[in-house]
């Protein structure tokens, strides 16, 4: 009896084990149920002939992936080029907003990729993982994928069509060459012969996933940014030096738009520009602009800032250029009351001399002595040439004994932070970037340029160059030149790369190829860039290598996010 009673309920128990789910359904219930809705009824209309919605207003691929505006832009663009998506531009512009704030980025995830959408030259390395950063950065740089949240079957998918569209990535990137390996690695484990792209989406599911706590908490707390009113800005230009002025936000008709109205000084030159423009901040902190020199200029600067949480600071970087190498890094700065000390015109100071200096800010007394104003030890203020709420000139006088170093300006109580440098004698100078690129150019495809600067040092208190405790002093004028780098026999690349003008900027040559040149080959090769700057009876020198390689034949993606 206990035999039959048994067998009795066998079916029952093997039913419920066949039902339960298996660990694969868990996991595909669990990302499913992380998607986003899509509540906007302008997206579902224009994008739900392709991407279908369940009961949940959840959207297939859109609802499982979180980009930056730049990365949402560039999924419209392709819809509409390649899928015949019909968009009108106001239309397009309403659809990445909302993408953007609902489908974005948290703060702290997207400050790892803003260089990407900042455009900056740098050669960015990604240490987590580096099998993923092989397979990525064979095309493009590795900040693109920073800027991506999705889901695993979203990874998989990204893959998926980078094979349908470019066929060659398989064999460039996403394939494993040759034959398996046998012998176990380094540390002793056997050998992984997993192709290059299943690592990597096992790797980029679980370091960048659709759902964070970052996410989470900035969803939750997001808000319209209340930028209007007046803004501090310092600012640097490579080549042309420091900045300082005021930028006036005013509210736009349309939610988180501003009219921009900058108006600054180069410090170093005394050149004034003033720039009217318009902007978008997305996801309650994504600054995107545009501004003008006047209504006729044709080179607008883009603008790509990062507003901090506190809503009283924004920094990144006003950009132009076919590569968007010409620009300067901005920080900006809520004015209130209080007085603002922005910097100087100048940052070095020789023991031993008398000098003048030039103090920018907002909210500065107009009527000053000279004790307000304190260089700290060793400089004394000894008068007060003029004052205005903008800018305060002062004649110091620095010790003969006063010590080398950083100092700090303050005026009235308000400081500027080591805007100020204390030197005994300049020790060395050197070039600035160290080695840079520029892509010959303008017949066919736009040039990339390249600027240069000579920095000057002293050796600090260990009287050694190349240490710890060098001195930056900031930039002279120097004198440039191009040199030989001897990198192939006789092919001469300083004759045809192009030239350097008194400023340190290189301009490259046209693309070719050029029948003139032995072989009749482009005008690509290797120089040294050569900085001389005479320091009293010596002339110190010193030089940086610069790569004019062939231009960029294939742009993937041309970000415009701005107004």
Aim: aromatic share 10%.
């Amino acid at each position: 009896m206990m035999k039959l009673w048994a067998w009795a309920f066998l079916p029952i128990v093997l039913f419920a084990q066949t039902d339960a789910p298996k660990p694969d359904d868990r996991e595909k219930q669990k990302e499913k149920d992380d998607g986003i809705p899509v509540s906007s009824e302008l997206v579902r209309k224009a994008c739900g002939g392709c991407h279908a919605s369940d009961d949940k207003q959840r959207m297939s691929r859109i609802s499982w992936r979180r980009t930056t505006p730049e990365g949402w832009e560039q999924t419209i663009k392709r819809m509409i080029t390649l899928n015949s998506v019909k968009l009108e531009p106001a239309d397009a512009r309403e659809i990445l907003k909302y993408l953007a704030n609902n489908h974005g980025l948290a703060p702290d995830e997207a400050r790892a990729a803003s260089f990407e959408a900042e455009r900056r030259m740098i050669e960015y390395r990604y240490t987590a993982d580096k099998d993923t950063e092989s397979t990525c950065t064979k095309c493009h740089s590795f900040g693109r994928v920073l800027q991506q949240r999705r889901s695993k079957s979203e990874w998989e998918m990204l893959i998926a069509m980078h094979r349908g569209y470019y066929p060659l990535s398989d064999f460039q990137a996403f394939r494993r060459v040759g034959p398996p390996q046998t012998q176990p690695g380094p540390d002793g484990r056997p050998p992984d012969n997993r192709h290059p792209m299943d690592k990597a989406v096992n790797h980029l599911a679980g370091a960048f996933p659709l759902k964070t706590a970052e996410w989470s908490s900035w969803s939750a707390n997001m808000r319209s940014p209340k930028l209007d009113g007046r803004w501090a800005i310092t600012g640097y230009q490579a080549g042309k030096g420091p900045i300082y002025g005021e930028l006036t936000i005013e509210p736009a008709t349309a939610a988180s738009e501003f009219k921009t109205r900058a108006q600054y000084v180069y410090a170093r030159t005394g050149t004034t520009v003033t720039r009217d423009g318009s902007s978008v901040v997305y996801t309650g902190f994504q600054w995107r602009g545009r501004s003008r020199e006047g209504a006729a200029d044709k080179n607008p600067l883009r603008e790509v800032l990062f507003v901090d949480r506190n809503m009283r600071d924004l920094n990144g970087r006003w950009f132009n250029g076919s590569y968007n190498e010409n620009g300067l890094d901005i920080h900006l700065v809520r004015i209130g009351n209080d007085p603002v000390v922005l910097g100087l015109d100048r940052k070095a100071f020789k023991a031993g001399a008398t000098a003048q200096a030039k103090i920018y800010g907002a909210n500065l007394p107009a009527r000053l002595d000279a004790a307000a104003v304190d260089f700290g030890q060793g400089i004394r203020v000894t008068r007060v040439i003029s004052a205005t709420a903008q800018l305060v000139t002062v004649e110091v006088e620095v010790a003969m004994d006063a010590r080398p170093g950083i100092r700090d300006v303050f005026i009235a109580g308000a400081p500027s932070p080591a805007a100020a440098v204390v030197y005994d004698k300049i020790d060395a100078i050197k070039v600035r970037p160290q080695a840079g690129m520029a892509r010959i150019g303008g017949v066919r495809f736009p040039k990339q340029y390249q600027q240069f600067e000579a920095i000057a040092y002293t050796n600090g208190p260990d009287g050694k160059p190349d240490t710890a405790d060098d001195i930056e002093l900031g930039p002279v004028d120097a004198a440039w030149g191009i040199e030989e780098y001897t990198a192939t026999f006789g092919d001469d690349d300083k004759t045809y790369v192009g030239s350097i003008d008194k400023t340190g900027y290189f301009t490259p040559n046209v693309d070719g190829p050029n029948p003139k040149r032995k072989g009749g080959t482009n005008n690509y090769g290797d120089v040294w860039v050569v900085a001389s700057y005479q320091n009293g009876d010596k002339t110190l020198r010193a030089r940086a290598h610069l790569l004019v390689t062939v231009p960029l034949y294939i742009l993937f993606d041309q970000p415009e996010v701005a107004p």
